[in-house]
T-cell receptor, first 113, second 114 residues
């Protein structure tokens, strides 16, 4: 069964450094998403992306965050200058159409020191 | 943000019995609901969904019931198996969201005892 893949599985970064999290969505899916889960808290929506542009973003997704689909397969989340509170599991998801089930990758654990 | 709530943090069930997981929501604009299962160190795995035009959807051992007037949905697993032990999340979205944002509940940890 096709799946969403995320790399790396664990990223350790110094505060203030830039980090890029990578995702390969399911190949025929058209909608792409990033969520995060801080330890002990709910899964929170960050951003959705369709047709090469952001379709919705949450309050969390401020100017320090950006997303990109640099080629036909990858979908990336960049955090420009990381803060301690960015430490979380980051999940990428994709769906075939808008109101269809979103399928999640296994996440990247981001640890900011 | 308490738009989607799962009031039971954990549930323990004997193998072969029914597991019933509950979820409440407050946002009347939600019209699409999903259940996900999550094992440690893995991402959420989609189980079953229901749109607000239906009140029941069934897929094998999994059935989701939606009570719109009560803003309540439940997931029934029957018969429960030890491999069903995981954290279960309900999630909701509204067609008024251009970006199909999912709002998640806090999860219920299901333990199925052999």
């Amino acid at each position: 069964e096709p799946e969403v893949t995320q790399t790396p599985s664990h990223q350790v970064t110094q505060m203030g450094q830039e980090v890029i999290l990578r995702c390969v969505p399911i190949s025929n899916h058209l909608y792409f998403y990033w969520y995060r889960q801080i330890l002990g808290q709910k899964v929170e929506f960050l951003v959705s992306f369709y047709n090469n542009e952001i379709s919705e973003k949450s309050e969390i997704f401020d100017d320090q965050f950006s997303v990109e689909r640099p080629d036909g397969s990858n979908f990336t989340l960049k955090i420009r200058s990381t803060k301690l509170e960015d430490s979380a599991m980051y999940f990428c998801a994709s769906s075939l159409w808008g109101n269809q089930p979103q399928h999640f990758g296994d996440g990247t654990r981001l640890s900011i020191l | 943000d308490q738009q989607v709530k799962q009031n039971s943090p954990s549930l323990s069930v004997q193998e072969g019995r029914i597991s019933i997981l509950n979820c409440d929501y407050t946002n009347s604009m939600f019209d699409y609901f999903l259940w996900y299962k999550k094992y440690p160190a893995e991402g959420p795995t989609f189980l079953i969904s229901i749109s607000s035009i239906k009140d029941k959807n069934e897929d094998g051992r999994f059935t989701v019931f939606l009570n719109k007037s009560a803003k309540h949905l439940s997931l029934h697993i029957v018969p429960s198996q030890p491999g069903d032990s995981a954290v279960y999340f309900c999630a909701a979205s509204g067609s008024n969201n251009a970006g199909n944002m999912l709002t998640f509940g806090g999860g219920t940890r299901l333990m199925v005892k052999p």
